[in-house]
C-alpha cells in the first residue's frame, strides 16, 4: 500500500513535551518487551553482574521505544486516519515528524553501542537484528503490503528474551529459541482480538490486517488454530528441562484459558465484539502470567 498523502499535516504549534517524548516510546508495548527480556535473562543458566543486568535491560527498554519512535515517524499518515492512534504526538501536531525520527535513531544507535560495550556483541547484535526487523521488516514493508504482517512482524516483539539470554551467555540455545516461539506464537492472535473490533480503523487506513482482507469468520478461525498451537508451546520449557512442574501445571492452565477464550471468539457471532476484546485482554495477561511463572519457577529451582 502507498503512503497516505500527509502533506498537509498539522505543523506543531509548541514545543512537543516530554509527556510526548515518552509517548512515542509506546511505553505499554515496552513494558512487555522489557518484562520478557528481564526474564530471559534471569532465567539463562550463568551469573551477570548486577550492574551489566541492568544496564542490558535498559538497552532492550532503550531499543524497544526506539523502534516505537521510528514507527510513529513512518506510520503518521494511518495513524492520522486511526481513531485508535490519531491522538499520536505527530498527527496530532504536537511534534515535527523529523524530530521523532532523530529521536528514535539516537535511541536505537545508542542502545545497541551500549549493549555491545557493556554487556557483549551477541546481545547487541540480536537488539540491532529486532530493531532492525521492526522498522525495516514489519513497519515498512510487511504491515501495509500483507495480511501476514503480524505473522511475520512477530518476529520483532519475540526477540527480547532471546536478548536477555545472550546477554547472560553470550550465545543462543534451544531454550532461548522457546522462549522466542511462545511470543512468536503468542501474537497474532493477541493482535488479531484487537484487529476484529478495530477493522474500520484498519479499513480506512488501508491496512490489510487479517479481519480486512479474510474476513471476520476467517480471522476468528485463525485465533483458535494459533491458540491451539500455542498452548502446548507454552508448556515446552518443562518438557525440555529449564522449567519445573510448577511452571508446567502453572503453563497448562494458562494455555488451556487461552483456548477456551479463543473458542468463545471462534462461536461469537460478527457484531459481537466482546469475546473479542475479552480474548486480547487476557492474551496480556498470559504472557505477564507465563513469564512470571518461569521466573518464579527459576528463583524456586536457584
Not at 83 to 101: S, Y
Not at 110 to 132: E, K, R
Not at 198 to 220: F, H, I, K, S
Request: proline residues 6%; contains cysteine.
Amino acid at each position: 500500500m502507498a503512503r497516505i498523502d500527509d502533506t498537509a499535516e498539522a505543523a506543531p504549534t509548541r514545543a512537543a513535551s516530554v509527556v510526548d517524548y515518552v509517548a512515542l516510546l509506546k511505553p505499554r508495548v515496552m513494558s512487555l518487551v522489557v518484562f520478557t527480556g528481564a526474564v530471559g535473562l534471569a532465567v539463562a543458566p550463568g551469573h551477570l553482574n548486577p550492574v551489566l543486568a541492568v544496564i542490558a535491560v535498559l538497552c532492550i527498554a532503550i531499543g524497544a521505544g526506539a523502534s516505537g519512535a521510528i514507527n510513529m515517524w513512518y506510520d503518521r499518515d494511518i495513524d492520522a486516519v486511526m481513531e485508535r492512534t490519531r491522538a499520536r504526538p505527530i498527527p496530532a501536531g504536537r511534534m515535527n515528524p523529523d524530530e521523532a525520527l532523530s529521536f528514535g535513531v539516537v535511541l536505537a544507535g545508542f542502545s545497541v553501542l551500549v549493549m555491545g560495550l557493556a554487556v557483549n556483541w551477541a546481545a547487541a547484535i540480536l537488539l540491532a537484528v529486532t530493531i532492525g526487523f521492526y522498522v525495516f521488516n514489519y513497519t515498512m514493508w510487511l504491515k501495509r503490503r500483507t495480511p501476514q504482517n503480524i505473522v511475520i512482524g512477530g518476529a520483532a516483539g519475540a526477540f527480547p528474551p532471546m536478548i536477555g539470554w545472550a546477554a547472560v551467555t553470550g550465545d543462543i540455545s534451544v531454550a532461548s529459541i522457546v522462549l522466542f516461539a511462545i511470543i512468536f506464537m503468542w501474537t497474532p492472535p493477541h493482535f488479531w482480538a484487537l484487529a476484529l473490533w478495530r477493522c474500520g480503523d484498519y479499513a480506512r487506513a488501508g491496512v490489510p490486517m487479517l479481519p480486512v482482507v479474510a474476513g471476520d469468520r476467517e480471522t476468528r478461525r485463525q485465533i483458535l488454530i494459533y491458540a491451539v498451537l500455542l498452548a502446548p508451546l507454552g508448556v515446552a520449557p518443562w518438557f525440555l528441562g529449564f522449567a519445573g512442574p510448577g511452571y508446567g501445571i502453572a503453563a497448562a492452565v494458562l494455555g488451556a484459558l487461552f483456548v477456551v477464550s479463543a473458542v468463545r471468539v471462534w462461536r461469537g457471532g460478527e457484531a459481537d465484539h466482546g469475546p473479542a476484546k475479552q480474548l486480547f485482554g487476557y492474551s496480556i495477561l498470559y504472557l505477564f502470567a507465563l513469564y512470571g511463572a518461569l521466573l518464579i519457577d527459576s528463583w524456586l529451582v536457584g
